[in-house]
């Protein structure tokens, strides 16, 4: 079944090619069908190599389809792997992306046919490019897709592109990931360089013998291409702005597809990052501040998406601190348990916003529990889910991490324990401002408030039920022994690193005690049960409505770090393009022109020599002889 991978990206390019060629004759339940058909047969697809690929003593396979690249010694194929990391991968973007493409079938009900049909397109792209960059064998194909999932937010986030505003905001978005792109580039070129190869056996089983210095240098620049990528400092900025796309694109960016790009890319080159330790502490401390940063910023905001926007920037934080002290799999089991639980807080939120006539603020929300019984309720599960009470799931995954930062140093833990607090309290700040209490909206509003249709609910039902549950595939040994299932399934891949702790995890929980590790527990479940209570108790009483004041404004202005990158970036750059500009108009432009006026002025004068009279013919015959008997006169002289 794995020599069938290749069906996994090709249904989603297929209905892409289908429904953007032909939006203008196919009406919208015949896009629905495609544009949902497509990414269900796919995940059908995955669902039968995951199969395959779990059984006892299964291999990893490369399927190899055609040459891509072949100069001199360097040869890059097209190729798959096919292993349990890249098909974790695939379950998780064709799964959660069916999903989101039911949810749109409702959420966009309102566009016209061919706009509906180039937006199943545009996700269809994006679904296509994610797969192929799971999927590649090598940086090369990695690459590709990489580049694939930044040109589809780019048209996603400017889906309604007649708005400047969101214009700008995909523009915003295609630039950023630019600047880490480059950094991803070099880093290729370095490895063909010195491995001559991009092919990751090959890379991986070479840098055990290469210089250090070499590997870091590579890894830094990989690094750069992630926190591009993923959103970390200094290249998130773009993330909370790609919310000027539809509410699924949100879903879909933030969740399951493109934001973890970067953590995929690092955990799959774990062998590079193990031998370059202090390129391991940049990504463990740029990842903690990053969640920290994005913590404290979601909690003055009142836009509910902008609330889950900053709210996944601090979750990738997360799971770059989990990288970044050596616990590959807890990283990319959060990567997988909020895969779910951001999918049905966005969904919900897009429930939210259909039901108040694309209303987005919170503090003209309240009381909505009454009238979306279903999205408070899920949306409720999911606010559990992230803010790490068990048995939830987001409480065994960020655990994990937890207690590896802390093995690590303790630093990180208190840092990473202190920011779970922020969650609990910013998530349900949100829920008890838009769910609890009486409804702050016009009376037009309030009339027209409910349900969403179950195209909608359902996939709000099913990404409800994976977030509570899909804890318990990553048990910690300190409560059950051998019971990580994911540890177990990933360890081929990660087997290199394992450290005899939790499978694929070099700083592992499992070093600490028990006594220690229970500790550890109950002070983040502690805390994140005091943060949901103060926030419950607080905003379902008295919400803020007014604008923040004092330190509050630092916070809702997002600590003015767009303002700085405007003032010593945008602006400078600005004011270069004004005198680039007239510089090429008055200076560049006026020499060619004054060169062409020149000549034009000079040929009409010399037009007039030739006047027709054999006078003049002659005079100027006489004066040409004596000029040149002149010449010959000073020069022998």
Known sequence: MANLVWLVPVLPLVGFLLTGLFRNYLSKGLTSMIGCGMILAAFVVSLLI???????????????LFDFISVGKLSIPFAFLVDQLSVLFLLIITGVGFLIHLYSTSYMHEEEAPQFARYFSYLNLFV???LLLVLG???VILFIGWEGVGLCSYLLIGYWFKNLEFGNAAKKAFIMNRIGDLGFLIAIFLMINKFGSVDFSEVFSKAPGTAVGYLTAITMLLFVGATGKSAQIPLYTWLPDAMAGPTPVSALIHAATMVTAGIYMIARSHVLYDLTPVTQTVVAVIGLATALLAATIALKQNDIKKVLAYSTVSQLGYMFLGLGVGAYTGAVFH??????????LFLGAGSV????????DIRKMGGLRKALPVTSITFLLGCIAIAGIPPFSGFFSKDEILSAAYGKSPVYYAIGVFTALLTAFYMFRLYATTFMGSFRGTHDQEHHLHESPPAMTIPLM?????????????????????????GNYLSPVFADVNSGGIPGDTASGAELSRVAEWGLMGVSVLLALIGTFVAVSRFSKKPELGEPTGFGKVLANKWYVDEFYNAIIVRPLGLLATFLVFFEKNVIDAIVNGVGKLVQYGSRQLRLIQSGQVGGYVLLMVVGIIVLFLVELFIKK
Not at 336 to 344: D, P, S, V
Not at 462 to 486: E, K, S, Y
């Open 128 to 130: 296509f490019s994610m």
């Open 353 to 360: 916003i259909h039901a108040m006539g694309g209303e987005q």
């Open 137 to 139: 064998s090598n940086f």
């Open 335 to 344: 990567v997988m348990t909020h895969a779910f639980f951001k999918a049905l």
């Open 50 to 64: 995951f199969g395959e690929i779990r059984q006892a003593g299964a291999q990893a396979v490369t399927v190899t």
């Open 462 to 486: 099913v990404l409800a039920t994976l977030a509570v549950v899909a804890g318990f595939l990553g048990i910690p040994d300190v409560m059950a022994p051998n019971a990580h299932l994911l």
